[in-house]
């Protein structure tokens, strides 16, 4: 058996093997960029919002509906946010009264495809 195979012969444990042995290679600008972009993810009610604008909510009031227990100034506070780093784009029709709502961009889009597989792990280890 060569060294590259894993013991158990499984893919899975090959795959690990693998990807532990990429960390190694990641460089202190890659660590620095994928930490502050985890930290910025990882705030409290990041991933809700999100998740509820892919999940088809548009306006303030959907977003509130789809994330119980958010404050309305931190909904505020995230989409602001979001919106800085390009995940959700606010869109102002001008009426009377104006009219805002939200949706998510293709990069937040992107991070959540990216994100989904965490969704199927914290829903087996939870």
Not at 22 to 46: L, M, N, P, Y
Request: proline share 5%; aromatic share 6%.
């Amino acid at each position: 058996m060569s060294g590259s195979q894993p013991i158990d012969g499984s893919f899975a444990s090959l795959a690990a093997q693998r990807a532990d042995a990429d960390f190694e290679h990641i460089d202190e600008e890659v660590c620095r960029s994928f930490q502050r972009s985890v930290e910025a993810v990882g705030k409290k009610w990041t991933a809700a919002v999100l998740l509820a604008g892919l999940r088809g909510a548009r306006r303030f009031v959907e977003y509130r509906a789809r994330i119980p227990g958010i404050s309305n100034q931190l909904l505020s506070q995230r989409l602001r946010e979001l919106e800085a780093r390009r995940l959700i784009e606010r869109i102002v029709v001008p009426t009377t009264p104006v009219q805002i709502s939200y949706r998510p961009t293709e990069r937040g889009k992107s991070l959540m495809r990216v994100l989904h597989p965490l969704v199927a792990w914290s829903t087996e280890n939870e």
